[in-house]
């Protein structure tokens, strides 16, 4: 399984991004330790986590303390020893999905999609980026938009984050 993960740490209101290379890490706290290391004396260290065009993780430290940790699908945990690493101990799927399964205003009900992923069963802390500008529903619905693939979810975070050219400058390498 391919995976992605990408960095972003904001220090004295700036933010820096770097690659994270996961090979051989054995806990989540060796994957903490790692987020660390990209930017030791940030208040903020977000890790995103993209696997196989399908699963979506998201890490954050507050000044490298309290890991807080979301998985948009618990499925990656069954698939790969990384997704068992990051989300298996996660045992509690996120709740309010229901709040987000609103039917969307449109005209045509032909190209109208559902909001949520019946099949998707996120799990961990979907408050994780709330300070941030993105409630557990905006992140739950991003995270089950039909069509949507992680890459698209961690772009549209970072734009909010006011880190999107940092995030894809680490694509493009």
Same mark, same amino acid.
């Given at each position: 399984?391919?995976?992605?993960?990408?960095?972003?740490?904001?220090?004295?209101?700036?933010?820096?991004?770097?690659?994270?290379?996961?090979?051989?890490?054995?806990? =989540?706290?060796?994957?903490?330790?790692?987020? $660390?290391?990209? #930017?030791?004396?940030?208040?903020?260290?977000?890790?995103?986590?993209?696997?196989?065009?399908?699963?979506?993780? =998201?890490?954050?430290?507050?000044?490298?303390?309290?890991?807080?940790?979301?998985?948009?699908?618990?499925?990656?945990? @069954?698939?790969?020893?990384?997704?068992?690493?990051?989300?298996?101990?996660?045992?509690?799927?996120?709740?309010?999905?229901?709040?987000?399964? #609103?039917? $969307?205003?449109?005209?045509?009900?032909?190209? @109208?999609?559902?909001?949520?992923?019946? #099949?998707?069963?996120?799990?961990?802390?979907?408050?994780?980026?709330?300070?941030?500008? =993105?409630?557990?529903?905006?992140?739950?619905?991003?995270?089950?938009? #039909?069509?949507?693939?992680?890459?698209?979810?961690?772009?549209? =975070?970072?734009?909010?984050?006011?880190?999107?050219?940092?995030?894809?400058?680490? $694509?493009?390498?």
């Amino acid at each position: 399984m391919s995976y992605f993960a990408a960095a972003v740490a904001r220090v004295d209101g700036g933010w820096t991004a770097g690659e994270v290379s996961l090979r051989g890490v054995t806990d =989540i706290e060796e994957v903490a330790d790692r987020l $660390r290391d990209v #930017e030791p004396d940030a208040d903020l260290s977000l890790l995103f986590v993209e696997a196989d065009d399908t699963y979506l993780v =998201i890490l954050r430290l507050d000044e490298g303390e309290d890991l807080r940790v979301f998985g948009s699908d618990s499925a990656y945990a @069954e698939e790969s020893r990384l997704g068992a690493l990051l989300v298996g101990d996660l045992k509690t799927s996120v709740t309010g999905l229901e709040e987000v399964d #609103e039917p $969307r205003a449109s005209g045509d009900d032909d190209t @109208e999609q559902p909001a949520v992923d019946p #099949e998707a069963d996120p799990v961990g802390d979907a408050d994780l980026l709330a300070d941030l500008g =993105i409630p557990a529903q905006k992140l739950l619905a991003l995270c089950a938009h #039909e069509g949507s693939m992680p890459a698209d979810v961690t772009a549209e =975070i970072c734009q909010v984050l006011g880190c999107a050219d940092e995030v894809e400058e680490l $694509r493009e390498v």
